[in-house]
């Protein structure tokens, strides 16, 4: 037993030291990865269910590097938010998402409006206002194309400066959207203080829909509508894989989806080309 447990010891040091440099070499090749051509965003439709309509997309971060692969947003974005890579990174994705934006204009493809992550660190730097509008000057996009995704955490959280934040962000133009509504902490008096545009219910709360238990998911979503409705916020469900899933959604009057169903998130060329067979 004290030899497995020696071997045991060493077995989970040896794991940690792993783990550690390969996070360790992911940030060295993040860092470079901008300048070598590495990233790339996808688009994901979004779908108002009263149209049918694709009303909006969102632009979602890929990396692939020769040596390690395809790496998961879900796995780099928080190292690159741990090193502080994510200012960089993500003032490549406004404005690689801005410019396609201006281009699918000009070409008269019909995407509605163009929704961007931007972390909490991101909103938290003084220049951010400057860089969104650097981004929309330089690209001659209207402000009212764009549209910011952000947690709760980051709009809610250090109250003064992120009111005042998201009243400039209004006034200018630009949407604000708070993604993976429901998961976080938030004062919900808060959405009466500060404007907002959209709520993103979270996957988690979909994923169990219309599978007949009338469950807490179910009220959970439900109520999420009724309170944007009764703000006059729009509301969109993201993670939605199944027609039952769907139908729910429908029936609970929400107004727009996004998810597998209709389409995976899809690089640019392929999106146009799904975009143009929606089209009527
Ligand atoms: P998120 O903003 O909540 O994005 C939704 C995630 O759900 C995306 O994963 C998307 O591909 C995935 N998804 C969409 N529809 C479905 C579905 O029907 N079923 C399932 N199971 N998944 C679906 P992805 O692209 O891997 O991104 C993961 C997270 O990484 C994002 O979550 C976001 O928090 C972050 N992220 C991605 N791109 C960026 C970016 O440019 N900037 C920042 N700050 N974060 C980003
Ligand atoms: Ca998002
Ligand atoms: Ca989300
Ligand atoms: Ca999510």
Not at 16 to 27: D, G
Not at 197 to 216: A, M, N, P, T
């Amino acid at each position: 037993a004290k030899h497995d447990g020696r071997n045991g010891y060493r077995f989970y040091t040896q794991e940690m030291h792993e783990r550690s440099s390969r996070l360790l070499r992911m940030e060295t090749l993040l860092r470079q990865a901008a300048a070598r051509g590495e990233l790339h965003l996808h688009y994901q439709p979004q779908i108002d269910l009263g149209s049918g309509r694709c009303v909006g997309v969102e632009a979602l971060l890929r990396w692939n590097n020769p040596e390690l692969g395809a790496i998961s947003p879900a796995e780099f974005i928080p190292l690159a938010e741990e090193t502080g890579l994510i200012s960089q990174l993500g003032q490549w994705v406004l404005r690689h998402a801005v410019q396609q934006a201006r281009r699918w204009l000009d070409d008269g493809v019909p995407f509605g409006v163009m929704a961007v992550n931007v972390s909490t660190i991101q909103l938290r730097q003084k220049d951010f206002m400057q860089t969104v509008a650097d981004s929309l000057r330089e690209a001659g996009l209207p402000s009212d194309r764009l549209e910011l995704e952000m947690t709760e955490s980051a709009a809610f959280g250090n109250a003064e400066a992120a009111v005042k934040l998201l009243d400039e962000l209004h006034r200018s133009g630009v949407r604000i959207s708070i993604d993976d509504f429901g998961t976080g902490y938030s004062s919900l008096s808060y959405l009466k203080r500060i404007h907002i545009d959209k709520l993103k219910i979270d996957r988690s709360f979909v994923r169990d829909l219309g599978q007949d238990s009338e469950g807490e998911d179910e009220a959970m979503v439900e109520a999420i509508i009724h309170m944007a409705r009764s703000l006059k916020v729009t509301v969109i469900a993201e993670g939605v894989e199944t027609l039952e899933q769907l139908e729910s959604l429908r029936l609970r009057r929400c107004h727009e989806v996004q998810g597998y169903f209709f389409s995976r998130p899809l690089p640019p060329g392929e999106l146009e080309a799904w975009l143009l067979r929606q089209a009527p």
